[in-house]
């Protein structure tokens, strides 16, 4: 009898969630959930294996009144969705459609742009228990999750480095958050000049601390770790409620068969030590303020995907010229 993987192993007691856009890679791993951001479907969007979906979705905005800008952006919200559509027929669950990250201090506008994809997913049969809504961890982000959540729009507030970004998610009743183990690590890594075994990992410290503070205190809101870089971060994590994992590293973990002890759960999370923490606008922008690493990273992701969303809609305004 063959041993079990580790990517087995790891679902009996961890949600896995594939991070990507590319089909195939969800047929090969079948995770449960799905994620996307405007950089995995940029990347998609060029791939031969599906230009039958961007031709289609690119031959129907060529019909809408709209044009210039306008049109482009329209169009891309419809490719966003079309790609999630894709995946929810793949993905038993949810999927995970993001904002656009220049709305990213907007309440308002986030709030519009949701109700833009949750019509759309509905206009195609699909429940909005099926999708999450992605916004950046901002204050605005956070206070436009709380509205949307009282809906019945569930959230998955993304670019989130801080244990007051999780707090505050958490005070507002957000449905999920990403804590971006990965960068952080990177941002340690590049201002001590060294490596990080797992478990001194501070990308896997905060997402340990995060979730133990919500199991200890009642929080309904799920912990999904997100932007990986080995496969020992992942590990290190078993027990989470998801965990978010590219094609390469859910590869790795397919062909691993070591032992994959479970590390988190609500046991030990009862018993941190971890004061309650109530934060208010001017507490929660002053403690952000505080933590430089969190800064700059939201800062910096806030940028990079806007940057991949400005050359998607290059992309689809070329289309549509054409």
């Given at each position: 009898?063959?041993?079990?993987?580790?990517?087995?192993?790891?679902?009996?007691?961890?949600?896995?969630?594939?991070?990507?856009g590319d089909f195939s890679t969800l047929k090969q791993y079948a995770p449960r959930d799905a994620t996307t951001n405007p950089s995995l479907i940029l990347k998609a969007a060029q791939m031969e294996e599906y230009r039958?979906?961007?031709?289609?979705?690119?031959?129907?905005?060529?019909?809408?009144?709209?044009?210039?800008?306008?049109?482009?952006?329209?169009?891309?919200?419809?490719?966003?969705?079309?790609?999630?559509?894709?995946?929810l027929k793949i993905a038993p669950g949810r999927v995970s459609t993001e904002t656009d990250a220049n709305l990213s201090f907007d309440t308002d506008a986030i709030i519009g742009k949701a109700h833009r994809f949750i019509e759309l997913y509905e206009r195609n049969g699909i429940g909005r228990e099926r999708v999450l809504i992605k916004i950046a961890s901002t204050w605005?982000?956070?206070?436009?999750?709380?509205?949307?959540?009282?809906e019945g729009i569930h959230c998955n507030l993304t670019l989130l480095f801080s244990f007051p970004q999780a707090v505050a998610c958490a005070e507002a009743k957000v449905r999920l958050i990403s804590p971006f183990v990965g960068r952080i690590m990177d941002w340690f890594k590049a201002r001590e000049k060294r490596d990080f075994a797992p478990a001194?990992?501070?990308?896997v410290l905060s997402v340990k601390?995060?979730?133990?503070y919500y199991k200890k205190y009642g929080y309904k809101t799920e912990v999904m770790g997100a932007s990986f870089r080995n496969t020992g971060e992942i590990?290190?994590?078993?027990?989470?409620?998801?965990?978010?994992?590219?094609?390469?590293?859910?590869?790795?973990?397919?062909?691993?068969?070591?032992p994959v002890p479970k590390k988190l759960g609500l046991e030990s999370a009862r018993?941190?030590?971890?004061?309650?923490?109530?934060?208010d606008e001017k507490s929660f922008r002053w403690l952000f303020n505080e933590d430089a690493m969190a800064v700059e990273k939201t800062a910096e992701g806030i940028r990079l995907f806007n940057a991949d969303a400005a050359k998607l809609e290059q992309l689809i305004s070329a289309r549509l010229a054409g």
């Open positions: 009898m063959a041993a079990e993987t580790q990517l087995d192993q790891l679902k009996k007691f961890t949600v896995v969630v594939a991070d990507t039958f979906l961007v031709d289609k979705v690119i031959a129907d905005g060529k019909k809408l009144p709209a044009a210039g800008p306008a049109r482009a952006r329209r169009v891309m919200d419809e490719l966003l969705v079309a790609f999630g559509l894709e995946i605005e982000g956070i206070r436009a999750a709380e509205k949307l959540e009282r001194e990992d501070p990308g601390e995060i979730y133990a590990l290190e994590l078993a027990g989470c409620d998801l965990l978010t994992i590219s094609p390469h590293l859910l590869a790795e973990l397919k062909g691993g068969t070591q018993d941190c030590k971890i004061e309650k923490m109530t934060l």
